[in-house]
């Protein structure tokens, strides 16, 4: 009995050595599509008025949480029951980020960020909630297929924890993060009240830069749904991958989300505008 619990701890730990190193690796290779994930959830989450931010932050990483609760056993089944679907599902979730992007591109060219900003103000708190979280939902699916496809040569069970490690780390971490960025304000006015000298000058900088971190942030999370919605076609379309394999990396995948994405909205814009004749009609 003793050897056989022996026998039992060794699997164990044979396990566990395995996960830490697909764990690395994984992390590795979704580390890009994580830094995406935050600039793009951080974007979200900000514009809120002060006292609502860490209760909409806290809303969105609970629907985080349920995305992670419905895509990982999805993703297990299918890779097991049906594998060929999981390249279409990850190109309609390229194409929603793709057009996301393309969106604030086109009303920021021709609008001058007017249109989207008078849309935003007047979308309720629980629209802009269900929005990040469907956000969440596609940047999700694609770090946990690609956190997947590392480790698909290994077993099952090591498969299961490894994913679902990086899923927690895109929820807690990334949001972990996202809460920091958008208070740095009052962290910055707690060190300027309580110290003197260079943590002082930390609080004053934290201050004075967090507008700033924000602008960049709406830049950095357009230009990250760009590049993430394209990847996910240059990784996943013969064709459109030879097209990228001319282009610069991360450029490439900027500019072919931009034109799925500008096609995406040009479709969209005349059913949007029959939608909203009809009902107000």
Same mark, same amino acid.
Do not use: C
């Given at each position: 009995?003793? &050897?056989?619990l022996?026998?039992?701890?060794d699997?164990v730990?044979?396990? @566990?050595?395995?996960?830490?190193?697909?764990t690395?690796?994984?992390t590795?290779?979704t580390?890009?599509v994580?830094?995406?994930?935050l600039?793009v959830?951080?974007?979200?989450?900000s514009?809120?008025?002060?006292?609502?931010?860490?209760?909409?932050?806290w809303?969105?990483?609970k629907g &985080?949480?349920?995305n992670?609760?419905?895509?990982?056993?999805s !993703?297990?089944?299918?890779s097991?029951? =049906?594998? &060929?679907?999981?390249?279409? *599902?990850?190109l309609i979730?390229?194409?929603?980020?793709?057009? +996301?992007?393309?969106?604030?591109? *086109?009303?920021f060219?021709?609008?001058?960020?007017?249109?989207?900003a008078?849309?935003?103000?007047?979308?309720s708190?629980?629209e802009?909630?269900k929005?990040?979280?469907?956000?969440?939902?596609?940047?999700?699916?694609?770090? !946990?297929?690609?956190?997947l496809s590392?480790?698909k040569?290994?077993?099952f069970e090591?498969?299961?924890?490894?994913?679902?490690?990086? =899923?927690?780390?895109a929820t807690?971490?990334?949001?972990?993060?996202?809460?920091f960025i958008?208070?740095m304000d009052? @962290?910055?006015?707690?060190?300027?009240?309580r110290?003197?000298?260079?943590?002082?000058k930390v609080g004053l900088?934290?201050?004075?830069?967090?507008?700033?971190?924000i602008?960049?942030?709406s830049?950095i999370?357009?230009v990250a749904?760009l590049a993430?919605?394209?990847? *996910?076609?240059v990784?996943?379309?013969?064709f459109?991958h030879?097209i990228? +394999?001319?282009?610069?990396?991360?450029?490439g995948? *900027?500019?072919?989300?931009?034109?799925?994405?500008?096609?995406?909205?040009?479709v969209?814009?005349?059913?949007?505008?029959i939608l909203k004749?009809?009902a107000q009609?």
């Amino acid at each position: 009995m003793a &050897s056989g619990l022996l026998a039992l701890l060794d699997d164990v730990a044979l396990i @566990m050595d395995d996960v830490a190193a697909t764990t690395k690796m994984a992390t590795q290779k979704t580390s890009a599509v994580l830094a995406d994930d935050l600039a793009v959830n951080a974007q979200k989450a900000s514009g809120f008025a002060s006292e609502r931010e860490l209760p909409v932050i806290w809303a969105i990483a609970k629907g &985080s949480l349920v995305n992670k609760l419905i895509i990982l056993p999805s !993703i297990f089944l299918l890779s097991y029951f =049906a594998p &060929s679907l999981i390249i279409p *599902i990850l190109l309609i979730g390229g194409i929603y980020l793709s057009y +996301e992007g393309a969106e604030k591109v *086109i009303e920021f060219i021709f609008h001058r960020g007017k249109k989207r900003a008078e849309r935003r103000k007047d979308m309720s708190e629980k629209e802009k909630i269900k929005s990040a979280i469907i956000t969440d939902f596609i940047l999700s699916l694609e770090i !946990i297929v690609i956190a997947l496809s590392t480790v698909k040569d290994k077993p099952f069970e090591v498969q299961v924890v490894t994913v679902t490690i990086i =899923a927690l780390i895109a929820t807690v971490g990334v949001y972990g993060l996202v809460a920091f960025i958008v208070r740095m304000d009052d @962290m910055g006015l707690a060190l300027i009240e309580r110290y003197d000298g260079f943590l002082r000058k930390v609080g004053l900088f934290m201050v004075l830069s967090l507008p700033y971190v924000i602008k960049g942030l709406s830049v950095i999370g357009t230009v990250a749904m760009l590049a993430v919605g394209g990847g *996910i076609f240059v990784h996943n379309v013969e064709f459109i991958h030879h097209i990228g +394999e001319k282009l610069p990396p991360v450029l490439g995948d *900027i500019g072919i989300g931009l034109v799925i994405g500008t096609f995406t909205f040009m479709v969209l814009m005349p059913v949007k505008k029959i939608l909203k004749s009809n009902a107000q009609g």
